[in-house]
T-cell receptor, first 114, second 113 residues
Framework: GAGVSQSPRYKVAKRGQDVALRCDPI?????LFWYQQALGQGPEFLTY????????KSGLPSDRFFAERPEGSVSTLKIQRTQQEDSAVYLC????????????FGPGTRLTVT | DQQVKQNSPSLSVQEGRISILNCDYT??????FLWYKKYPAEGPTFLIS?????DKNEDGRFTVFLNKSAKHLSLHIVPSQPGDSAVYFC????????????FGKGTLLTVNP
């Protein structure tokens, strides 16, 4: 497929569990973004990578959230000790280079913390 | 503090008529604006965009208008089709160092046959 893919599509975690969400961006896209979308809200920025470098993590809500992109392609968003307020859809987006405004989104991972 | 506001949670129009979705912003540093369309259980899909140096951009049935002095933009869909029924998000970016997008809460458009 040519688009952004994310896995798993749905994840249910018990409070306190760690989760890992995967994003496969469009091949060759330099920039990668993670967003969090709570119910009834628009997506909110979490973090940004240019290739393997994490250039902005100002949107991560706490130190329980960690993201990596070690080889400049696939990215993983990890949430440690999940809390109920972490329940949301996590969206990954990629863009062609470091100067493009248009971002292409994956389908998202819906995380439910019980 | 919401920097991008979509004050209408929903809009219903008849097929063939015009749909007008509105968006207001507060951050004068925003220099690029985008509209995304989202179907249930899918990610947002890029629809159309406009740079702050323009006041209008057209793409087929979709036109975006920007009024910088009023910090207001709108998306016009003419004619509206049932397949246009979706949530529409307005987003803005200030370029800067990472081109991150700031989104509004979205407007659910329903086009009735």
């Amino acid at each position: 497929g040519a688009g952004v893919s994310q896995s798993p599509r749905y994840k249910v975690a018990k409070r306190g569990q760690d989760v890992a969400l995967r994003c496969d961006p469009i091949s060759g896209h330099v920039s990668l973004f993670w967003y969090q979308q709570a119910l009834g809200q628009g997506p909110e920025f979490l973090t940004y990578f240019q290739n393997e470098a994490q250039l902005d993590k100002s949107g991560l809500p706490s130190d329980r959230f960690f993201a990596e992109r070690p080889e400049g392609s696939v990215s993983t968003l990890k949430i440690q000790r999940t809390q109920q307020e972490d329940s949301a859809v996590y969206l990954c987006a990629s863009s062609l280079d470091g100067v493009s405004y248009e971002q292409y989104f994956g389908p998202g991972t819906r995380l439910t913390v019980t | 503090d919401q920097q991008v506001k979509q004050n209408s949670p929903s809009l219903s129009v008849q097929e063939g008529r015009i749909s007008i979705l509105n968006c207001d912003y507060t951050n004068s540093m925003f220099d690029y604006f985008l509209w995304y369309k989202k179907y249930p259980a899918e990610g947002p899909t890029f629809l159309i965009s406009i740079s702050s140096i323009k006041d209008k951009n057209e793409d087929g049935r979709f036109t975006v208008f920007l009024n910088k002095s009023a910090k207001h933009l709108s998306l016009h869909i003419v004619p509206s089709q049932p397949g246009d029924s979706a949530v529409y998000f307005c987003a803005a970016s200030d370029g800067g160092s990472n081109y991150k997008l700031t989104f509004g809460k979205g407007t659910l458009l329903t086009v009735n046959p």
